[in-house]
């Protein structure tokens, strides 16, 4: 198993997806989503982040998350139960989507 990304949202919603099925982060209207793929199940996590830094958050996340030299590790990316951000711009987690069923 390969690094694992957790994620928290404060009210009992948490996930931890593998580092290596990250496909894509997009920024925007002060959120930034992170998309995970394994096979056909997509997977999204909806940060929330500082007035204005969506951008910069996406940037900096993209650094901090590729080629991460922690292998067979967690990395706490966001937590909202112990306030916990692998970045100072993100300030919470808006939701945690789990396609279980994906779509044939």
Do not use: K, W
Not at 14 to 24: N, S, Y
Not at 29 to 57: K, P, T, Y
Not at 70 to 99: F, H, K, P, W
Request: charged share 15%; with cysteine; hydrophobic share 45%.
């Amino acid at each position: 198993m390969n690094t694992l990304l957790f994620f928290n949202n404060g009210n009992e919603d948490a996930a931890a997806f593998q580092a290596d099925d990250l496909v894509a982060i997009d920024a925007g209207n002060d959120v930034v989503n992170l998309h995970f793929q394994r096979g056909s199940v997509l997977h999204s996590v909806v940060l929330a982040c500082a007035d204005g830094a969506s951008d910069l958050l996406a940037r900096e996340l993209a650094v901090a998350l590729s080629g991460s030299t922690l292998q067979n590790a967690m990395v706490e990316v966001a937590n909202d139960d112990t306030a916990t951000y692998l970045n100072s711009r993100i300030t919470g987690v808006t939701s945690i989507t789990i396609d279980t069923n994906p779509s044939a």
